[in-house]
């Protein structure tokens, strides 16, 4: 760091939505010349403070200073104005420019001439700010979409680059690189470093952040916890500070017996997702699967529902071969599947709780030719006894249900199928306790009639409260499986993190 002064000051940044804190007096500086990690499980407000440096969310309270100067950060663009450049997570450039084009988006009156002649300069600086920057040699007008996924990433940085920018947030940068991207990435950033900006890492990757950073920021629950030097950093300190002191707020499920084995996943890949997964299941039981973002987790569930593209591998249910083609050959099969994206895929917002509930079973309620009206409404409503859906009625419009009871209707729907596989993504994000213990209940339930239930969920606590056992997944490999009643989150996030076998060994 080229001197004692940092180049960005956050002061007791604050910020809630509709009166939930998201982010509480939260203070972080950085030097010129410095990597900054900052770190925090899910939901700790890492992405809240970001868009707040960004200018994306205007703070509460608390105040941003630039080499000593107040800061007001009220939109994005303001925000470049002043120096401070984010690189988003999701590869924002569109597909269908060129290298040239998506470099200068946004700049060209800062070249002049006819058309020909600008395409012609864009060209030249591109290779230029390539080379400069990278040492990089990309053709300057291949399409965004024929590059990979760490070349987009980097054309997006020096594309920032281009406005020699202060202070660089880099947001998760390596979630969807194979390893030999991630270390061209950490070339980039060790000469950004040289050049004297400050950078802000975000990452679960504690292998990533010990390797990079000259200090570390933890947040968790919306607070600034702890902070650390370069000489301070572990794996078992980090994800301490991290995780705090967690505690059940639900039961436990109670060990079981499982049952005859029905699944048997060999060598399982999707391209850029996940590769070589194996594993086996049994009926009645719960299989948390677990990992960080771009871990493959919930590509592998995706997959075994017939939604992921170029999947190979063996997938066995029952009597029955193969990976299934697609969500129909999946449910022939008995696979059921509850989206995270409920609103996205799994509901239909403008329908009725019952015509909801009843969209996989209308073959199950024909009569003479038309759906039996009086065995529909008997099924759902025993659904909604069984889920205790808070209803007006079984007739109301599906968007008058709060998230939590729309959750529970697409869980109904899958349930009515009687299916002996079930594959649920984040199935309690965004619902409140009640209704987590809910679908908590009805889960062990089926369980115990002897359906198998995979699990993909980024809530630890969740899984260790539902699950049997815990697949964990990092860069989209399956590294451990946990018995869940005798695993910790600081074991969970070690493994996940890319230091799980360090940690095993030091332990």
Not at 211 to 226: M, P, Y
Request: glycine share 8%; net charge neutral; hydrophobic share 45%.
């Amino acid at each position: 760091m080229a001197n004692n002064a940092p180049l960005l000051q956050l002061h007791a940044i604050s910020k809630a939505f509709d009166g939930v804190p998201a982010l509480q007096s939260v203070s972080l500086s950085v030097h010129a010349g410095e990597v900054h990690g900052l770190i925090g499980h899910n939901g700790a407000g890492k992405s809240t403070l970001i868009k707040v440096l960004g200018g994306i969310h205007a703070a509460d309270r608390g105040s941003i200073e630039l080499d000593g100067q107040p800061l007001a950060l009220s939109t994005p663009a303001q925000a470049q104005r002043q120096g401070i450049a984010i690189v988003h997570q999701e590869r924002l450039l569109p597909g269908s420019l060129t290298v040239a084009e998506a470099l200068w988006l946004g700049n060209e009156p800062r070249l002049a001439g006819t058309p020909f002649i600008l395409r012609r300069r864009m060209r030249q600086q591109a290779e230029q700010q390539l080379q400069q920057h990278f040492g990089l040699q990309l053709d300057p007008d291949a399409l965004i979409a024929t590059l990979s996924v760490a070349e987009q990433q980097l054309v997006q940085i020096c594309r920032v680059l281009q406005n020699a920018p202060r202070v660089v947030v880099l947001d998760e940068p390596t979630a969807a690189l194979a390893r030999h991207e991630v270390h061209a990435l950490f070339r980039v950033i060790e000469r950004m470093r040289q050049q004297g900006i400050a950078l802000i890492y975000v990452s679960h990757y504690l292998d990533e952040i010990q390797e990079l950073c000259q200090r570390v920021t933890v947040l968790r629950d919306g607070k600034d916890v702890a902070q650390f030097n370069a000489d301070q950093l572990s794996p078992a300190a980090l994800i301490a500070a991290m995780v705090g002191d967690a505690r059940h707020e639900l039961a436990p499920r109670q060990s079981r017996r499982a049952g005859a084995q029905v699944l048997q996943v060999t060598a399982l890949s999707a391209p850029g997702s996940f590769h070589s997964v194996s594993f086996t299941g049994r009926q009645g039981e719960i299989i948390g699967i677990t990992g960080l973002l771009g871990s493959g987790g919930k590509a592998l569930i995706r997959a075994l529902f017939g939604l992921e593209n170029g999947v190979s591998g063996k997938v066995t249910l029952g009597e029955v071969s193969g990976v299934p083609a697609s969500p129909h050959a999946a449910v022939k099969r008995g696979i059921a599947f509850v989206p995270e994206d409920r609103r996205a895929n799994g509901v239909a917002l403008d329908l009725s709780l019952r015509d909801n509930v009843t969209l996989t079973t209308v073959q199950r309620l024909l009569r003479w030719g038309g759906v039996s009206r009086q065995a529909e409404s008997k099924l759902v409503a025993k659904n909604i006894q069984q889920l205790d859906i808070r209803t007006p009625g079984q007739l109301a419009a599906l968007r008058q249900l709060s998230g939590g009871n729309q959750q529970k209707a697409v869980l109904a729907k899958w349930l009515n199928t009687g299916a002996r596989l079930y594959l649920l993504d984040e199935p309690t994000v965004g619902v409140d306790i009640a209704a987590k213990a809910a679908i908590y209940h009805t889960l062990q339930q089926l369980a115990d009639d002897g359906a198998l239930i995979l699990v993909f969920s980024t809530d630890l606590l969740e899984l260790q409260t539902l699950a049997d056992r815990i697949m964990v997944l990092a860069r989209g490999e399956h590294v451990a499986t946990l018995e869940a009643q005798h695993t910790s989150h600081q074991e969970i996030l070690s493994w996940a993190s890319g230091t799980g076998a360090l940690t095993e060994r030091a332990s």
